[in-house]
């Protein structure tokens, strides 16, 4: 059974700081994986998808990289600003080998981040 | 604007009380599934759909049912709520499967006393 697993479960940082999460999860054998930005009151809004054939995305400040065969993802953050304290979250989805294999999504608990001004 | 709903957003119930949840999208999406999350357990399937009339059971599909009559629709119904469904639920949608990028809606915070 996959298992995803997220470290720290919370982070506070200064304003400015680089900061990096990181995911893991233990089977390699996984079709993409999603990191997911939580805030309170409000669902989950979908940050990255990296496909189990690349390395890594960018979308802005925001930088995602899957090392599929160790079974890791980190989530880089530049220059954090407070706007982007949120609980984020990374979940992997398995390859569609049957016909409902590919429909579900196993998360990990997520890191909490703080930045503070 | 694209979007996953929900209601209620907010629902204090009793044991026992028969409850449904609707969720509704704008995307013309053909999969859509439910989660609940809980401190400690994190984000956990229930039910998903692939397409109208083809649903099946997550992780913890115990004492929720589902029915997918509209492609939009996908309501989240409690026949014999208990105070271990208390819990904060979540509709997904997506073009197919999970293999593709998860549209959540707001989330529906439920209370079973």
């Known amino acids: 059974k996959q298992e995803v697993t997220q470290i720290p479960a919370a982070l506070s940082v200064p304003e400015g700081e680089n900061l990096v999460l990181n995911c893991s999860f233990t089977?390699?054998?996984?079709?993409?994986l999603q990191w997911f930005r939580q805030d309170p009151g409000k669902g989950l809004t979908s940050l990255l998808l990296?496909?189990?054939?690349?390395r890594e995305q960018t979308s802005g400040r925001l930088n995602a990289s899957l090392d599929k065969s160790s079974g890791r993802s980190t989530l880089y953050i530049a220059a954090s600003q407070p706007g982007d304290s949120a609980t984020y979250l990374c979940?992997?989805?398995?390859?569609?080998?049957?016909?409902?294999?590919?429909?579900?999504?196993?998360f990990g608990e997520g890191t909490q981040l703080t930045v503070n001004p | 604007e694209a979007q996953v709903t929900q209601n209620p957003r907010y629902l204090i119930t009793v044991t026992g009380k028969k409850l449904t949840v609707t969720c509704s999208q704008n995307?013309?999406?053909?999969?859509m599934s439910w989660y609940r999350q809980d401190p400690g357990l994190g984000l956990r399937q229930i039910y998903y759909?692939?397409?109208?009339?083809?649903?099946d059971k997550g992780d913890v599909p115990e004492g929720y049912k589902v029915s997918r009559k509209e492609k939009r629709n996908f309501p989240l119904i409690l026949e014999s709520p208990s105070p271990n469904q208390t819990s904060l639920y979540f509709c997904a949608s997506s073009w197919t499967g999970a293999l593709y990028e998860q549209y959540f809606g707001p989330g529906t915070r439920l209370t079973v006393t």
């Open positions: 089977d390699s054998a996984i079709y993409n």
């Open positions: 979940a992997v989805t398995p390859p569609p080998i049957i016909k409902t294999s590919g429909s579900r999504l196993t």
């Open positions: 990296i496909q189990s054939s690349q």
């Open positions: 759909s692939m397409n109208v009339e083809v649903t």
């Open positions: 995307m013309n999406h053909e999969y």
